[in-house]
Nanobody, 123 residues
Framework: QVQLVESGGGLVQPGGSLRLSCAAS????????VGWFRQAPGKEREGVSC????????YAADSVKGRFTISRDNAKNTVYLQMNSLKPEDTAVYYC????????????????WGPGTQVTVSS
């Protein structure tokens, strides 16, 4: 079964940037749709962005459009989330997840998850 590990989180000031990576092992990531989700304390886990398996069609939540960009590098078996113009409300644990089929916005439709990486945006 494919295993996922997120990396790249950390502490940044408002307006700063981070690039998160989702590295896969035990499977080929290009067989799956890959989604990024986040969960802040006291809030539901929400979809952030997603990229399809073959056509590289991307989706992004309204709250991050124009600031976050998802991309896939099949040669490295990795999906990235470039986060620019970060805001304090972006603070959350960020997860990547995969599913067979198309991108979906609901977290419970994804079958495999990484352990998450903490992103904190604070001055």
């Amino acid at each position: 079964q494919v295993q996922l590990v997120e990396s790249g989180g950390g502490l940044v000031q408002p307006g700063g940037s981070l690039r998160l990576s989702c590295a896969a092992s035990g499977g080929t990531l290009d067989l799956y749709a890959v989604g990024w989700f986040r969960q802040a304390p006291g809030k539901e886990r929400e979809g952030v962005s997603c990229i399809t398996s073959t056509d590289d069609i991307t989706y992004a939540a309204d709250s991050v459009k124009g600031r976050f960009t998802i991309s896939r590098d099949n040669a490295k078996n990795t999906v990235y989330l470039q986060m620019n113009s970060l805001k304090p409300e972006d603070t959350a644990v960020y997860y990547c997840a995969v599913r067979w089929g198309t991108c979906q916005t609901d977290y419970y439709r994804y079958s495999r998850w990484g352990p998450g990486t903490q992103v904190t945006v604070s001055s």
